[in-house]
């Protein structure tokens, strides 16, 4: 099935730094959702973007939707330890089969060292 | 603004038996979708329904079906249960436009199945 490609796999980093996470895809996308889940929880939505080009800052978190709307990346900035956990990135297609039903990345789990 | 509850949030079954699963959406949300999680698999679709109507069904067998109730409670059944159907299961909810569709999760309902 369709999927998306969501990089890196795993991060390891030191509190304080910076983190980036992207996902590509083959396919255009009209809407793209970023989610942060913590073990036995369900994912908890961070940015949610509906343009091509589109910026959104959410705290310390930034996203955008890319111009060719086939990829959209996460930025977290200055990172603290509560920000460790699984970041999804997860699309919709356009197209009435595609109602209701979001495409998730493989995550992204990131370790942050106080 | 309660968010979304599922309810058992913890469930142990045995191989042939069924399982029915509860969600309840965010007040004046209408459309629900549920998810399978797994480590191997990730987050995949199974089905969304909006106004009492299934809208979109996801890759699983005929053992999965699900419903929705007039006050957009939704359920969701998987019949003769197999090793494999263990799972975290997920659903969500979303205020759905025709533009847009930002679902929001709930805590998910973890089936272990012996």
């Known amino acids: 099935g369709q999927q998306l490609n969501q990089s890196p796999q795993s991060m390891f980093i030191q509190e304080g730094e910076d983190v980036s996470m992207n996902c590509t895809s083959s396919s255009i996308f009209n809407t793209w959702l970023w989610y942060k889940q913590d073990p036995g929880e369900g994912p908890v939505l961070l940015i949610a973007l509906y343009k091509a080009g589109e910026l959104t800052s959410n705290g310390r978190l930034t996203a955008q939707f890319g111009i060719t709307r086939k990829d959209s990346f996460l930025n977290i900035s200055a990172s603290i330890p509560s920000d460790v956990g699984i970041y999804f990135c997860?699309?919709?297609?356009?197209?009435?089969?595609?109602?209701?039903?979001?495409?998730f990345g493989q995550g992204t789990t990131l370790q942050v060292k106080p | 603004k309660a968010g979304v509850t599922q309810t058992p949030r913890y469930l142990i079954k045995t191989r042939g038996q069924q399982v029915t699963l509860s969600c309840s959406p965010i007040s004046g949300h209408r459309s629900v979708s549920w998810y399978q999680q797994t480590p191997g698999q990730g987050l995949q679709f199974l089905f969304e329904y909006f106004s009492e109507t299934q809208r979109n069904k996801g890759n699983f067998p005929g053992r999965f079906s699900g419903r929705q109730f007039s006050n957009s409670r939704s359920e969701m059944n998987v019949s003769t249960l197999e090793l494999g159907d263990s799972a975290l299961y997920l659903c969500a909810s979303s205020p759905w436009t025709a533009t847009t569709d930002t679902q929001y999760f709930g805590p998910g309902t973890r089936l272990t199945v012996l």
């Open positions: 997860a699309g919709q297609l356009s197209g009435s089969s595609n109602t209701g039903k979001l495409i």
